[in-house]
């Protein structure tokens, strides 16, 4: 099946419902150009995904689908030298553009499943981050901070440590710190392991006195586990799953959603009523301005801003303040 038909079978889908997207990818993997990913749904809207790494398809697929659907999500992040978000930029005249964080999706995804797994509680959970690259680190800050105690294994030593100390170091002061593989015994049990690389694990024998029944692992790179790794841990009782990035979509579609909209419109910015300076939404005022909680139809007021990026304490309150705070909270109260 050629290209051309593959496009035209991915809108035929899409155009059975109402709201339609595409998402735009890359990948730092070699030897593939073009590839249509699973169908997903999300925010009532159908969403075809089509990993590309070549620029005439790239160019094709954009304007076979520009002014076709609502919203095309391309990846920002630059994991070979095509700029996927700069060709589209220059490309697309009618759909909605919107940069796609694939790797912040994809943490997003890790932390739901793995919290989902360990019923939202990661205190103590000792678990393996195999890998030490943007995926690996993220995840393993991410869970250190839940108060897992993680550890490291990736590739060498070297590159185990430098990764280590470098997200230990600005690690909140009571997080259990991120320690090596490598300087454990097999005392050490896991409850969970979460790979990360970009291509298959070679060592997995060092994982095996570290493994038991219960152990939770997460294939986040794709095909890191060997066939025979996966039969074992299967056969011993373990749970072994691949990440579905699915569980990030609500994250990729916060900047599009009502509630961001609505609070750029409605909430967050600065506007003058009457004689009067109002700032809501972490809009810093100047000296004198009232604050309160939505700059579009305010509810409550927070207080006035000392012209530094904070809240005047009462007793500091000028006479013009509390005359400014009176008026604001007459207006509240009759609807302003």
Known sequence: MDIQQKLMDEFKHLCQFKTKAITINGTAKDGEEFKVLPR????????????????????????????????????VERKKRINLFEIANNTLTKSKLVALKTNDMTIEACDALVRYHFQDDLREKNIIVIGTGNLASKITL??????????????????????????????PAYSPKIKLLRNQNGSVQLDAIISFISGKFTEESLLNQHLRKETFIVDGGINNFSGGFIKRVIEQGMTITRLDVRLGLPYQFLSTSDFATNFFTDVYGEKKWNEEYLVSGGFIGEEGAVIVDNIKEPVQIIGIADGMGGVKHNEKLTESNRESIRKIKEAISIGM
């Open 142 to 171: 991410r869970l250190s901070e839940r108060q897992a105690n993680v550890f490291i294994l990736g590739r060498n030593e070297k590159k185990e440590r430098l990764v280590t100390n470098g997200l230990n170091s600005f690690l």
């Open 40 to 75: 997903r749904f999300a925010n009532d809207t159908a969403i075809s995904g089509f990993l590309v790494n070549e620029e005439q398809l790239l160019v094709k697929t954009l304007c076979f689908f520009d002014g076709k659907v609502d919203t095309i999500f391309v990846d």
